[in-house]
T-cell receptor, first 115, second 114 residues
Framework: AQSVSQHNHHVILSEAASLELGCNYSYGGTVNLFWYVQYPGQHLQLLLKYFSGDPLVKGIKGFEAEFIKSKFSFNLRKPSVQWSDTAEYFCAVNPMNTGFQKLVFGTGTRLLVSP | ETGVTQTPRHLVMGMTNKKSLKCEQH?????MYWYKQSAKKPLELMFVYNFKEQTENNSVPSRFSPECPNSSHLFLHLHTLQPEDSALYLCASSLDRVGNSPLHFGNGTRLTVT
């Protein structure tokens, strides 16, 4: 079945460490790609998105993600994490073959940043 | 503030009860969605409405009945639920249903079915 895979369910880092969260999808056609974040006690919110153009996209709070089409991947990165980055991160893919919004989410990665 | 408001925040109901979840958005969006978030599972799309018309029913059991009276309001009517329906139910909206417009989520309703 077509899906979105996030390989790390839990990640624990110290402040200032570098972060990379993996995301792979199995859709073969054109896709729009998203990372959403959910801070403790808050709603899901958009972190960054990729539709077309430069495969390296920058989002809020110093996050970036790289779309590698050949690898069907859209990994999230941040060079130096902060305690306030503690949250759950969700990769989401919208297959464009239907022409409308049908986001498919990964299972999420819980990131804990220790001060 | 998300711009998408869901009530109630928490709901406990028996299997024979009838209850409704409410979602309201004042973002001027035309598309609204219900998602189900269960532990250790991906968010599952349940229903999509575009300009008040249901455009997607993702094989959801009939004990879940959505209603969209206008572009700003979305309801999820619940009846004769099962314990496995316990989950966080998220409402979202987007400018339109084309895949370029990001979703704006509410805080969710935590539902427990006893």
């Amino acid at each position: 079945a077509q899906s979105v895979s996030q390989h790390n369910h839990h990640v624990i880092l110290s402040e200032a460490a570098s972060l990379e969260l993996g995301c792979n999808y199995s859709y073969g056609g054109t896709v729009n790609l998203f990372w959403y974040v959910q801070y403790p006690g808050q709603h899901l919110q958009l972190l960054l998105k990729y539709f077309s153009g430069d495969p390296l996209v920058k989002g809020i709070k110093g996050f970036e993600a790289e779309f590698i089409k050949s690898k069907f991947s859209f990994n999230l990165r941040k060079p130096s994490v902060q305690w306030s980055d503690t949250a759950e991160y969700f990769c989401a893919v919208n297959p464009m073959n239907t022409g409308f919004q049908k986001l498919v989410f990964g299972t999420g990665t819980r990131l804990l940043v220790s001060p | 503030e998300t711009g998408v408001t869901q009530t109630p925040r928490h709901l406990v109901m028996g299997m024979t009860n009838k209850k409704s979840l409410k979602c309201e958005q004042h973002l001027g969006h035309n598309a609204m969605y219900w998602y189900k978030q269960s532990a250790k599972k991906p968010l599952e799309l349940m229903f999509v409405y575009n300009f008040k018309e249901q455009t997607e029913n993702n094989s959801v059991p009939s004990r879940f009945s959505p209603e969209c009276p206008n572009s700003s309001h979305l309801f999820l009517h619940l009846h004769t639920l099962q314990p496995e329906d316990s989950a966080l139910y998220l409402c979202a909206s987007s400018l339109d249903r084309v895949g370029n417009s990001p979703l704006h989520f509410g805080n969710g309703t935590r539902l427990t079915v006893t």
